[in-house]
T-cell receptor
Framework: EAQVTQNPRYLITVTGKKLTVTCSQNMNHEYMSWYRQDPGLGLRQIYYSMNVEVTDKGDVPEGYKVSRKEKRNFPLILESPSPNQTSLYFC????????????FGSGTRLTVV | AQKITQTQPGMFVQEKEAVTLDCTYDTSDQSYGLFWYKQPSSGEMIFLIYQGSYDEQNATEGRYSLNFQKARKSANLVISASQLGDSAMYFCAMREGFSGRGSTLGRLYFGRGTQLTVWP
């Protein structure tokens, strides 16, 4: 089944404890992206990747890191999480082109206390 | 300026009635794609419908149709014969062909969403 697999689904952590949210897609998509969703703000892009070893910042990259060492994987790293990073996170992938929408992962609900 | 504007934070509709969710967009590109996604309370993002900027006919997918008015830069979602299961958050999104800044190529811009409630 074509899908984006994101883990974990739920995570509660403490301020400053490094964490990684994994994202993997099995569709050979070039484009991958991370979004965070907060009430009233919609989805805001954190980072994206056009292909292996090609990543760039989105609208809200502060406090996050990403890497794209393999085409299928695009992990999101929070080196020192803070409470303002409490949010719902989505990984998404797609082919490049205007007529391709994203396939989303199931989301990760992160709480930083 | 916002790329996608959804002016209705919340909408209510009675079961079996039709409802229109508004979306306007801002782009200087000639080539772009417009999308609608549904997010039920369980949280997943579900693709509903796509409209290309060069498509002359409005897109339809079952009970969903997209009222595309290019000159007005609007891409409203019409849901016919609403069902209780349509209660969800709905997001309008746009993907540009090339913004002039290569780094934004491929990006999907989202609006802030409209919370639709269908009542019996």
């Amino acid at each position: 089944e074509a899908q984006v697999t994101q883990n974990p689904r739920y995570l509660i952590t403490v301020t400053g404890k490094k964490l990684t949210v994994t994202c993997s897609q099995n569709m050979n998509h070039e484009y991958m992206s991370w979004y965070r969703q907060d009430p009233g703000l919609g989805l805001r892009q954190i980072y994206y990747s056009m292909n292996v070893e090609v990543t760039d910042k989105g609208d809200v990259p502060e406090g996050y890191k990403v890497s794209r060492k393999e085409k299928r994987n695009f992990p999101l790293i929070l080196e020192s999480p803070s409470p303002n990073q409490t949010s719902l996170y989505f990984c998404a992938s797609s082919l490049t082109g205007i007529n391709y929408g994203y396939t989303f992962g199931s989301g990760t609900r992160l709480t930083v206390v | 300026a916002q790329k996608i504007t959804q002016t209705q934070p919340g909408m209510f509709v009675q079961e079996k009635e039709a409802v229109t969710l508004d979306c306007t967009y801002d782009t200087s590109d000639q080539s772009y794609g417009l999308f609608w996604y549904k997010q039920p309370s369980s949280g997943e993002m579900i693709f509903l419908i796509y409209q290309g900027s060069y498509d002359e006919q409005n897109a339809t997918e079952g009970r969903y149709s997209l009222n595309f008015q290019k000159a007005r830069k609007s891409a409203n979602l019409v849901i016919s014969a609403s069902q209780l299961g349509d209660s969800a958050m709905y997001f309008c999104a746009m993907r540009e062909g090339f913004s002039g800044r290569g780094s934004t190529l491929g990006r999907l811009y989202f609006g802030r969403g409209t919370q639709l409630t269908v009542w019996p």
